[in-house]
């Protein structure tokens, strides 16, 4: 073929990095892996060893160590006995640690990219180019964070031993997401990664024993999922973070629910990808390209939910299949692939199963004719049209290179169909109109918002979701605080148990009573139950009933808040204003409320509580509108907004020992 004709066809050839540097890595490790526990490779106590594979060829890379419960004990108790130490350091000490964990990243990248995408099967291109370099920004913006902790942080210390459980589909950004801010915090880790993909994972613990890093200061622990059960079950654990399957997340809350142990989770999503009318079309499809078939799509924040609006949508798909005609799918070591390898058979098993009954729900499935790979583990960028809000594929993670695409009519329908989810991670809005833009981004219920961008992440800014997709952020001044909590707080004192209360038994003589009731949606509300129960003083005199709610006035109640959007949706200064009159007239009631505390907790107490009440009443209405968030400055041209939203539904059970200031300190904030 004659350059002439090269440039008629712009066909590409390959281009494939040299993998050599990493086999001769795996081959000086005899391709076998212990775990490394206290600066020191250990294998496993109970001998056992899976493999992992190359998912484009199918071929065996190494054996890697399956941890028991007896391991992770070994790594946890490594863990605390290197606690006090490194929590003791200077923060200049542990900042230098850090910016050294950022120096051999960089210096071992080429390694490291190749690694990732064998055991992985992502593109180089992706390796090289997005994910090693964002593991080396995570831990020179860390290295910052350790240096002025005791400026930003005055009053917190680190939490001290952290398990952290992390994803296959970027193995060595979410370790360096998990254990960047935990050190710079003084904290010390056991990290599992996921059993597809150890490898990257043990040759950070090569460079932590490369730059000296304290022994026990990072534990890495592979196994499957009865490992990740066993760090989270096990009891000299402070705090565990995950980034996975909402399945295994619920899980994971469950078994820590009844224990001392703090919790952040970055679960599945279901990202909706809005496109307006007024969008730079060209720019929105390479956006889309970037959200939905980046890593094979492989992302918990994939845009895989495509919603068009309706003028558009026959333009807008020509344009995406005829991008998605030049996307090329081959071998993820060639620089010049698009579409690599999916990372194991059960999720290739799903993916196909969850096309094929989206398929049988009605939607139109569209492939591209490309070539495909004989060998290894692929699946086509596929375009699923006509897609009904309940269909299995615009409900659930698939997980894979699959857009499930939708219409709308107005910016309001486009809010309801992309709130149709029970996830809450990200989202996309494309619009010329800032207006529509901002207006649309302010009502997605989701943790990030891009607008006309997809997939920007960086060290400084906080990612994470709420809803289904968990709670808790990583990146930024807000990632460090899940690391870090106030010094009191391990010496405050247990809040006493809740006795159950029963049902007051008839008097003896038939009294004239009015019936006590609840307080639901603005007005009182009798008790499903009928029933009240006996209050008690501080000396055991009957002080009145109380209405006894049960689960049908508890759910009316939770219907009630739910419906209440209108406080959520005020201005900062309007909640702050109410807060101000609910302490102006608790002040004014002061000696009638005194009074009627004092029967219970007696008299000193009651005035205390009630001063104290109607001060932290004006604290809390002083901070309502001084939550301004945050301008970051990421080091590409994008400005990230972090805006500060209201959690939603509230539950809160108050104590006993403080009626009043218990119940303002709970619910005012």
Known sequence: ?????????????????????????????????????????????????????????????????????????????????????????TQHARARFLYALARQVQKHSRRLAVLETMDNGKPIRESRDIDIPLVARHFYHHAGWA?????????????????????????LLMLAWKIAPALAAGNTVVLKPAEFTPLTALAFAEICHEIGLPDGVVNIITGDGSTGEALVKHPDVDKIAFTGSTEV????????????????????????????????????????????????????????????????????????????????????????????????????????????????????????????????????????S???????VAQQEIFGPVLAAMTFRTPSEAVELANNTVYGLAACVWSESINVALHVAAQLKAGVVWVNCTNLFDASCGFGGYRESGYGREGGREGMLEYLEPKWFKNAPPLPPVQPVQPSEEASLPAIDRTVKLYIGGKQARPDSGYSFEVHGKNGELLGE?????????????????????????????????????????????????????AAVGPEQAIKEV???????????????????????????????????????????????????????LVMP
């Open 147 to 171: 240096q002025l902790l005791p400026q930003e942080f005055p009053d917190y210390i680190a939490c001290g031993v952290v398990g952290q459980i992390i994803p296959w589909n970027f193995p």
């Open 611 to 665: 001063e104290l009440s109607v001060q932290r009443i004006f604290s809390y209405a002083a901070w309502a509108d001084k939550f301004d968030g945050a301008v970051h400055n990421p080091p590409f041209r994008n400005i990230a907004i972090a805006m500060y939203e209201p959690i939603g539904n509230v539950g809160v059970i108050c104590p006993s020992d403080f009626p009043l200031l218990g119940l303002v300190s």
């Open 249 to 384: 997340g619920r899980a994971i809350r469950s078994a820590t629910a009844n224990s001392h142990k703090r919790l952040s989770l970055e679960l599945g999503g279901k990202s909706p990808f809005i496109i307006f009318e007024d969008a730079d079309l060209d720019s929105a499809v390479e956006g889309l390209v970037d959200g939905i078939w980046f890593n094979q799509g492989q992302v918990c924040c994939a845009g895989s939910r495509l919603l068009m609006q309706e003028s558009i949508a026959d333009a807008l798909t020509s344009k995406i299949r005829d991008r998605m005609s030049t996307l090329r799918a081959g071998p993820p070591l060639d620089k010049a692939i698009d579409i690599g390898a999916i990372v194991a058979r059960v999720q290739l098993d799903r993916i196909h199963r969850l096309v094929d009954q989206g398929i049988a729900e009605g939607a139109t499935c569209w492939q591209p004719q490309i070539e495909m790979p004989s060998q290894g583990l692929y699946f086509p960028p596929t375009l699923l």
């Open 386 to 392: 006509n897609v009904h809000p309940t269909s299995i």
């Open 1 to 89: 073929m004659s350059i002439a004709d090269k440039f008629v066809s712009m066909a590409y050839g390959p281009a494939p990095e040299e993998p050599k540097e990493a086999l001769s890595w795996l081959d000086k490790h005899t391709r076998r892996f212990g775990h490394f526990i206290g600066g020191v490779w250990a294998q496993p106590i109970a001998g056992q060893y899976f493999d992992t594979n190359d998912p484009s060829t199918g071929e065996k890379l190494a054996g890697v160590a399956q941890g028991t419960a007896a391991d992770v004990d070994a790594a946890v108790k490594a863990a605390r006995a290197a606690f006090p130490k490194w929590q003791a350091l």
């Open 546 to 598: 109380a209405p006894l709610g049960n689960r049908k006035d508890i759910r009316n109640a939770v219907e009630a808040a739910r419906k209440a959007v209108s406080w959520s949706k005020a201005t900062a200064h309007n909640r702050a204003q109410v807060l101000y009159y609910v302490a102006e007239n608790l002040s004014q009631r002061s000696d009638e409320i005194t009074r009627r505390l004092a």
